[in-house]
């Protein structure tokens, strides 16, 4: 058997990348760490949206159901043989245990029957790199604002695999303070759009919500915010749902841009990149397009597509680590709080 273990990191290598942290089962096969050949997401939406939220035991079955398919759709659809794979990289935290277990023993397995290295991955760290994959002419160093429903951290990213967390939240992550206002004005799950598409109609100077910490430093909190939004509703139960999903994602977003251009101001970073599932915001990406270009900032916006979890981000992510660090040792555990 040829040996593959440690081969040459080459920029027409292939990677398959495995993605499984939470509710979304995906594969990817990218080139060289910036070319996607193939991007497959199965979504569990409808299966956790009768609960309300992610449920851990459920996720990981359908993990379990879904990921052999949407490896096979992966591959074929880049049309890159299995004997030219590369390395195959998984998300080995942070997230669900259960669910993350099922994504790096497959990427193991099959590491070992291709004869390839194994990646592990950082969920946080992958996240990082999908504004790089939208738009490749990305000049470093940046600020990245990472926002997502389990983390909101501010990053200064000087080269890929390279990067300090300059801010993070101190409660609430931007994406569960969506999520818990979204559930207690009745709207659907998840939170995130279920607000943008409110607050369509709604007006964002209706209500003087807070803008907790946003002169501060670069650390967050929206813990505040959300208690707020439910003590001005019960104190004014004929309140207009669209003007508090306004309101309330005005003030979300308010602070959110005023951290990453304090970030980018105080680090001298030519750009900003946003990533994570909130990345996805109309608001947030119209306003700190807006500021940040005014201010001389190349604000570069990941596509839906890649806001949200996939495997793309972690492939991208896996061909930089392999590069820089080498194969990850086959005893890696997942680590469901693995920080960046």
């Known amino acids: 058997m040829t040996d593959r273990s440690s081969p040459t ?7 398959l990348g495995i993605e499984t942290s939470c509710d979304e089962t995906a594969a990817a096969v990218v080139v ?72 790096v023993a497959t990427a193991k397995a099959l590491a070992l029957v291709w004869d390839v290295p194994f990646v592990a991955v950082n969920h946080l760290e992958a996240h990082l790199h999908a504004a790089l994959l939208d738009d490749p002419d990305v000049e470093l160093p940046v600020v990245v604002l990472l926002a997502s ?32 206002v979204a559930r207690y004005l009745g709207l659907s799950y998840p939170g995130g759009p279920a607000i943008d598409e409110a607050a369509t109609t709604g007006d964002p100077t209706a209500i003087a919500f807070p803008r907790s910490m946003i002169d501060d430093g670069l650390d967050l909190s929206f813990s ?3 208690t707020a939004v439910i003590n001005h509703c019960r104190r004014h139960p004929d309140v207009v749902t669209a003007d508090v999903a ?7 977003v308010d602070v959110l841009v005023a951290k990453a251009l304090r970030a980018a101001e105080q680090t001298g970073a030519r750009g900003v990149c946003l990533g994570g599932g909130v990345a996805a915001n109309s608001r947030l990406r119209r306003v700190l397009t807006e500021v940040g270009e005014a201010r001389g900032l190349r604000v570069s916006l ?13 492939a991208a992510a896996g061909w930089h680590r392999l590069r820089t660090d080498g194969p990850s040792p086959l005893d890696t555990g997942a680590i469901p709080g693995l920080g960046l």
Not at 9 to 15: A, G, L, N, R, T
Not at 53 to 69: D, F, I, K, Y
Not at 246 to 252: D, E, K, W
Not at 302 to 314: G, R, S, W
């Open 9 to 15: 990191v080459s920029d027409e290598m292939p990677v």
């Open 149 to 180: 429903g389990g983390h909101t951290l501010v990053v200064a990213m000087d080269a890929p695999g390279s990067y300090e967390v300059l801010g993070g939240t101190l409660d609430d992550a931007a994406g569960e303070a969506f999520d818990k």
């Open 302 to 314: 990941p596509t839906p597509a890649m806001c949200t979890d996939n495997a793309a981000m972690v």
């Open 246 to 252: 306004a309101s309330f994602q005005a003030a979300v």
């Open 224 to 226: 505040g915010l959300k």
């Open 32 to 103: 060289g760490g910036r070319q996607i050949l193939s991007s497959v997401v199965s979504s569990q939406v409808d299966i956790h949206a009768r609960y309300g939220g992610v449920v851990p035991e459920v996720a990981s079955r359908a993990h379990v159901e879904l990921l052999t398919p949407v490896i096979a759709e992966a591959l074929i659809e880049s049309g890159v043989p299995d004997a030219e794979i590369g390395a195959v990289a998984a998300t080995h935290g942070p997230g669900l245990i259960g669910a993350l277990l099922v994504g």
